[in-house]
């Protein structure tokens, strides 16, 4: 069995993240500060990119994804001797993850959905969908996401990298998947 698109789908899901900025994960950047385990969604590390600098950032690890093993994961992949969180995964035209977006086209497509706007780009617009629906203020919704700060206020006065993680946790948190 591949983990790849297990753990992939799973980062989408919980994270809002990109497809891309899930599947370019290095070990290292997963870590902890203040007793919060996050990721580190950068283009620092070799082959790694980002769709604009405000894409850069630290997410919290949802607990869900915690719940269900991904620190033993990314534990695994480690003792492996792998610097990349998914090793399996080779960088293509369309970056480390374009495999497992077609993985998960052709599972939805199996289970009987036609909706072509069910893809695993799908997943990010409904937890970004069920964070303002859940009332996690728009700031930092735009904050986990990585969308560039909307207004003058977010803009300017907002140093972002000065937000504690625990106030992205607290928003994260509330997202609820039922």
Same mark, same amino acid.
């Given at each position: 069995?591949?983990?790849?698109?297990?753990?992939?789908?799973?980062?989408?899901?919980?994270?809002?993240?990109?497809?891309?900025?899930? &599947?370019? #994960?290095?070990?290292?950047?997963?870590? @902890? %500060?203040? *007793?919060? +385990?996050? =990721?580190?969604?950068?283009?620092?590390?070799?082959?790694?990119?980002?769709?604009?600098?405000?894409?850069?950032?630290?997410?919290?690890?949802?607990?869900?994804?915690?719940?269900? &093993?991904? #620190?033993?994961?990314?534990?695994?992949? @480690? %003792?492996? *001797?792998? +610097?990349? =969180?998914?090793?399996?995964?080779?960088?293509?035209?369309?970056?480390?993850?374009?495999?497992?977006?077609?993985?998960?086209?052709?599972?939805?497509?199996?289970?009987?959905?036609?909706?072509?706007?069910?893809?695993?780009?799908?997943?990010?617009?409904? *937890?970004? +969908?069920? =964070?303002?629906?859940?009332?996690?203020?728009?700031?930092?919704?735009?904050?986990?996401?990585?969308?560039?700060?909307?207004?003058?206020?977010?803009?300017?006065?907002?140093?972002?990298?000065?937000?504690?993680?625990?106030?992205?946790?607290?928003?994260?948190?509330?997202?609820? =998947?039922?």
């Amino acid at each position: 069995m591949h983990p790849e698109p297990y753990w992939l789908a799973l980062i989408c899901l919980f994270q809002v993240c990109r497809r891309e900025e899930a &599947g370019q #994960l290095a070990i290292k950047d997963i870590g @902890k %500060a203040d *007793g919060i +385990t996050y =990721l580190q969604i950068t283009d620092e590390g070799e082959d790694q990119a980002l769709k604009n600098q405000g894409n850069k950032r630290r997410l919290p690890v949802h607990s869900s994804l915690i719940q269900l &093993g991904f #620190l033993e994961y990314v534990e695994s992949v @480690k %003792a492996a *001797g792998h +610097t990349r =969180l998914f090793p399996q995964l080779k960088h293509g035209a369309n970056g480390y993850s374009d495999s497992v977006g077609k993985f998960f086209s052709r599972l939805v497509t199996k289970a009987g959905l036609s909706d072509p706007a069910l893809v695993l780009h799908s997943l990010r617009h409904g *937890g970004i +969908t069920k =964070l303002t629906s859940a009332g996690v203020p728009h700031n930092v919704c735009e904050m986990i996401a990585g969308h560039s700060a909307s207004g003058v206020h977010s803009q300017v006065y907002i140093h972002r990298d000065n937000i504690p993680l625990s106030l992205l946790r607290d928003g994260l948190e509330r997202l609820a =998947l039922s």
